[in-house]
């Protein structure tokens, strides 16, 4: 009996959102001192798997980078999200 291989490729895409009427480009991160992709508190929480609240923990922590909006909302950059909070309490991705 012949057999047969099945090869199987995923392509996932990761999609980043700010606040409803935010600017969707990179945002300045004084931190890290570049154009950064940001995201609001809520989404960083679900791409961190952490609650909203530990998320604000993190922030008041200076675990991971963040600024205000021109519209008052907090920008979390995704650079410090992934290297340096998420990984220092051992959460992942």
């Given at each position: 009996?012949?057999?047969r291989?099945?090869?199987?490729t995923?392509e996932?895409h990761?999609?980043?959102?700010?606040?409803?009427?935010?600017?969707?480009?990179?945002?300045?991160?004084?931190?890290?001192e570049?154009?950064?992709?940001?995201?609001?508190?809520?989404d960083?929480?679900?791409m961190?798997?952490?609650?909203?609240a530990?998320?604000?923990r993190?922030?008041?922590?200076?675990?991971?980078?963040?600024?205000?909006?021109?519209?008052?909302?907090?920008?979390?950059?995704?650079?410090?999200?992934?290297?340096?909070?998420?990984?220092?309490?051992?959460?992942?991705?």
């Amino acid at each position: 009996m012949r057999r047969r291989r099945v090869e199987i490729t995923l392509e996932t895409h990761e999609v980043i959102s700010g606040p409803a009427g935010s600017n969707r480009s990179p945002m300045w991160c004084s931190q890290c001192e570049a154009h950064v992709w940001m995201a609001n508190p809520v989404d960083a929480a679900a791409m961190a798997r952490v609650s909203v609240a530990t998320m604000y923990r993190w922030i008041e922590a200076g675990l991971v980078h963040s600024r205000k909006t021109r519209a008052g909302f907090n920008a979390i950059c995704m650079d410090s999200l992934k290297s340096k909070g998420a990984r220092k309490l051992g959460s992942t991705f």
